[in-house]
């Protein structure tokens, strides 16, 4: 240990880059190029296979800073009571915007961004807080009216498990014994057309609720 040993430890330079001369007086290969290459061939597999709403939070980061795009900011440019490539949007105003997941926890799932680009809920002004969680507000209650569910479960995450750097929160359609506990929320995908449908009911239900 250097602690003990009356030799001078190599430089942090050294150790970074994994010098070869340090190395070979040490009899140990070096580790440090064979991590980071590591951590790089995982970057591509990520970047590759995994859909950008799934890609965990360090990827997420790395998406921000190659793509100026926000993909939900794409969503709400778009945002019209139409299917559109990723997400079928259900309500949208001047406040916000409300599109089913295109991953859902069920059918239903339904995700509210404010038209605005914000990153995270105190990223909103004061002023705006209220008239945005009416919409919130509105969309929970046409959720279970539209699908036959008992209830909702409606979350937000700020920075720690945003898969997307734009505020939004979800709105779950829940009814008791659905199998969703504790860390198990595995995602679903839609089959053809059934999205399409599902945006429709709530669609109705949110005009039915709140007309006008």
């Not at 279970?144 to 929160?169: D, I, M, R």
């Not at 979800?170 to 995602?187: M, N, Q, S, Y």
Request: with cysteine.
């Amino acid at each position: 240990m250097w602690l003990y040993s009356t030799r001078s430890p190599p430089s942090l330079r050294s150790l970074r880059l994994g010098n070869p001369a340090h190395d070979r007086s040490r009899g140990v290969r070096s580790r440090v190029p064979l991590c980071l290459s590591w951590w790089v061939c995982v970057g591509w597999v990520v970047q590759l296979f995994v859909p950008r709403g799934h890609r965990p939070y360090w990827c997420m980061r790395c998406d921000a800073k190659m793509n100026t795009v926000c993909v939900f900011c794409e969503i709400v440019g778009e945002s019209t009571h139409e299917s559109t490539g990723e997400s079928t949007v259900v309500f949208a105003d001047g406040v916000a915007v409300a599109f089913l997941d295109r991953s859902p926890l069920f059918p239903g799932h339904t995700l509210v961004v404010p038209r605005r680009h914000v990153v995270t809920l105190t990223d909103l002004s004061v002023a705006e807080v209220g008239p945005f969680f009416e919409r919130v507000h509105r969309v929970a209650a046409a959720v279970p009216f539209a699908l036959g569910a008992q209830g909702t479960f409606v979350a937000n995450n700020n920075t720690v498990s945003q898969s997307v750097a734009h505020l939004h929160v979800h709105v779950v359609p829940r009814t008791k014994g659905d199998g969703l506990h504790g860390f198990f929320w595995p995602r679903q995908k839609y089959s053809v057309g059934e999205a399409s449908a599902v945006a429709t009911k709530i669609r109705v239900a949110i005009e039915v609720l709140h007309p006008g």
